[in-house]
C-alpha cells in the first residue's frame, strides 16, 4: 500500500528542546513539503525538497531545520528557537519528476503529527 | 506569504441541500486544488483542475476552473453527514513554480 506516514501521532515535548518529526514516503514522489497547521490560519509552506539532499525554505522557515537524504524521507526538525511550537505538522509528496506533467504538483498528505509544547 | 479568498468561511446545512464554495486570487493560476479535511487528519485531494473553464465531477462533488483563471467553485450535490469537515482549495501559479497558495477553508456542517 503506498502512501506518507508520519510518526508519532502525538507529541509532547518541554520547552527549549529540539523535537525532530518523521515523514516517510513509498510512492516514490520525488518532491516532498511540511506545512504548519494552525485554526483559522490554513496551510503555511515551512520547508520543500524537489529533489535529494536539495530543499528551499518556504514562507515560515525560522526555527525549523530539515534534511533530504533518502528520496523516501523528509525529517523536520522543530528547534527551541522556533517561539510558537505548538501545532498540527502535515507532510505531503508530489510526483514532480521529469518530464514534468499537469499532475506533477498534486501534493498528497501524510496524516499529521501534532506537537505540543509546554 | 500570499492566500486565497475562500468563501464562505463556514455553512451549517440540513441532509440534502446541495452545497457551493469559491475560491477567488488577484493572480493568474494555472492548477486549481480542491482537498477535504476530516478533523485531526491530513488534508484528501478531492479534484484537480487544469484548463480555465474545465469541469470536473467526482461523485456528488463539481469543481469548475474560472474563466479569468482567478477563481475556482466546489458545488457539492445532495450533502450527506460525512460531508462534514473543512474544504480548502489551492492554486499554483504558472511555470515551474511547485509551492500552493491556499485558502483559509470552508468548515462544512451537516445537520442529519
Known amino acids: 500500500d503506498g502512501g506518507i506516514t508520519q510518526s508519532p501521532k502525538y507529541l509532547f515535548r518541554k520547552e527549549g528542546q529540539n523535537v525532530t518529526l518523521s515523514c516517510e514516503q513509498n510512492?516514490?514522489?520525488?518532491?516532498m513539503y511540511w506545512y504548519r497547521q494552525d485554526p483559522g490560519q490554513g496551510l503555511r509552506l515551512i520547508y520543500y525538497?524537489?529533489?535529494?539532499?536539495?530543499?528551499q525554505k518556504g514562507d515560515i522557515a525560522e526555527g525549523y531545520s530539515v534534511s533530504r537524504e533518502k528520496k523516501e524521507s523528509f525529517p523536520l526538525t522543530v528547534t527551541s528557537a522556533q517561539k510558537n511550537p505548538t501545532a498540527f505538522y502535515l507532510c505531503?509528496?508530489?510526483?514532480?519528476?521529469?518530464?514534468?506533467?499537469?499532475?506533477?504538483?498534486?501534493?498528497?498528505f501524510g496524516p499529521g503529527t501534532r506537537l505540543t509544547v509546554t | 506569504g500570499q492566500q486565497l479568498n475562500q468563501s464562505p468561511q463556514s455553512m451549517f446545512i440540513q441532509e440534502g441541500e446541495d452545497v457551493s464554495m469559491n475560491c477567488t486570487s488577484s493572480?493568474?493560476?494555472?492548477?486549481w486544488l480542491w482537498y477535504k479535511q476530516d478533523p485531526g487528519e491530513g488534508p484528501v485531494l478531492l479534484i484537480a483542475l487544469y484548463k480555465a473553464g474545465e469541469l470536473t465531477s467526482n461523485g456528488r462533488l463539481t469543481a469548475q476552473f474560472g474563466i479569468t483563471r482567478k477563481d475556482s467553485f466546489l458545488n457539492i450535490s445532495a450533502s450527506i453527514p460525512s460531508d462534514v469537515g473543512i474544504y480548502f482549495c489551492?492554486?499554483?501559479?504558472?511555470?515551474?513554480?511547485?509551492?500552493?497558495?491556499w485558502g483559509l477553508g470552508t468548515s462544512l456542517a451537516v445537520n442529519p
Open positions: 505531503a509528496s508530489s510526483i514532480d519528476g521529469r518530464p514534468l506533467a499537469t499532475s506533477s504538483y498534486e501534493q498528497y
Open positions: 489551492a492554486g499554483r501559479l504558472g511555470g515551474n513554480n511547485r509551492k500552493l497558495i
Open positions: 493572480s493568474i493560476f494555472n492548477t
Open positions: 510512492l516514490n514522489h520525488d518532491a
Open positions: 525538497s524537489q529533489i535529494v539532499n536539495d530543499f
